[in-house]
């Protein structure tokens, strides 16, 4: 019998009142991994009151203090590391290494959000930098939380990304409600269960699991959530911010990072970072490189060094370490199928991959991609690299500029002036010099621009972002 998991909410473990369960299946073992509870609207307003109702007293709470729960909760993840690990590559079939990286990336994470909001202050300003103001008017500058944040989070990170968002919540002194991706929840409760063990007071965290579709519009509708930090599909951001009416909003959303290979690149560099960004985790990554603008006149040599890597990459379990795994769902090969089919048909050159079984697709290299093709435009989240031959950088350029999205690029070439008159044209939130594209390290700002998202991550902002300027002014006699 699969085991049944409980819903946090309002600081107790529970079956929801629904009776409805959502059976959570292994994306390559392809069984049951065990039911997690669909929780109830009633249930969201129990544990949003809760939530208001316990943040004023936590915030009241040092900094320090509020940090010692936080790094107990780092101690118990690490503590917990192999199971907590094991629990992501059974549920969403990240490969062992990655899982466990995953896990202590968050405790790293976790522990630098204490340490930043312990060193982070507000500031003073006197009236009289302004015409005909009073030195006597001494406006007292804080950060005070917001109230009650809802964490969204994706399959893909079901740890770290969760605990990106929940920890600067709780270290801004906001409650948090924490609703996980269907398909990573039961790597969200078991994250969980070592934040409660902390002894967090009742109430001030809830993981709300369920569908989307069923409670996603319920919660971000809902008048007492005062901030909604986003990470997934644009489609459901989008979707997300027309629902949310005057509620400040991060959203982490899709992307096509280009990575851009000028003539004079080194390509042995440029082959490997090309190889680790696209194919990294199978493709299913924000940040994977996912398409490629090369100079024809070193696109040949660069195509026959790729094809070489990805022949190379291990193909299949997790268990066994491999680069390349199934993917998160049957629906998600068969998009990706889609994309390669459509360009192969378009006239694409196949340079290696196109094997399917199930929701293993191999690695897919496909050259002399054309701009009428689906696969030049569209975030696959999945293992296959399009390759596209321009004339000149102002081409590479505007192919760049011509997608909907804007998260990340890079730009591999010898020459800094040229990288940084490239980083200067792109338009993305972040632009790698000679490296493929990443979110870490943690502490750096992580954004993305048009499609790709709203507002900036990385520690030192989303404790900015979940927190918000208050201004007291001392009227001096
Ligand atoms: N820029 C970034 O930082 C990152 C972006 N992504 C992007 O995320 C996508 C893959 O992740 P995926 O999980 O499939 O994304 P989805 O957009 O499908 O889901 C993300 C989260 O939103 C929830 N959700 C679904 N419908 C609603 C709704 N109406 N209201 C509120 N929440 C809702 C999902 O719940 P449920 O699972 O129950 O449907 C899940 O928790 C890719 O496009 C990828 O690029 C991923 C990681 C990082
Ligand atoms: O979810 C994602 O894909 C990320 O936020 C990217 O993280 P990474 O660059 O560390 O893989």
Redesign the pocket.
Known sequence: MSQIYQAYLAGHWQTSASNQTITIESPWQHQPLGEIQAVTQAEVDVCIKQAKQAQPAWAALSNSERGAYLNQWADNLLANKAELAETVMNEVGKNAADAEKEIVRTADLIRYTVQEALHMHGESVRGDGFPGGSKNKLGVIERVPLGVVLAIS?F??PVN?AAAKIAPALMAGNAAIFKPATQGAISGIKMIQALAATGLPAGLLSLLTGHGSQIGDYLTEHPDINMISF?GSTQTGKHLSAKSIMVPLVL?LGGKDPAIVCSDADLDVTTADIIGGAF??SG?????VKRVLVSERVADDLVAGLKKQVEALTVGSPADNSKIVPLISEKAADFVQDLIDDALAKGATLVTGNKREGNLIYPTLLDHVTPDMKVAWIEPFGPVLPVIRVESVAEAIKLANQSKFGLQASVFTQDLDKALRIAGGVEAGTIQVNGR????PDNFP?LGVKASGMGTQGVHNSILSMSREKLTVINLK
Do not use: H, K, V
């Open positions: 994706p893909n990170y990304l990470t982490e990294s985790y299913q990554r924000c940040t994977a594209p990443e979110r870490g992580f």
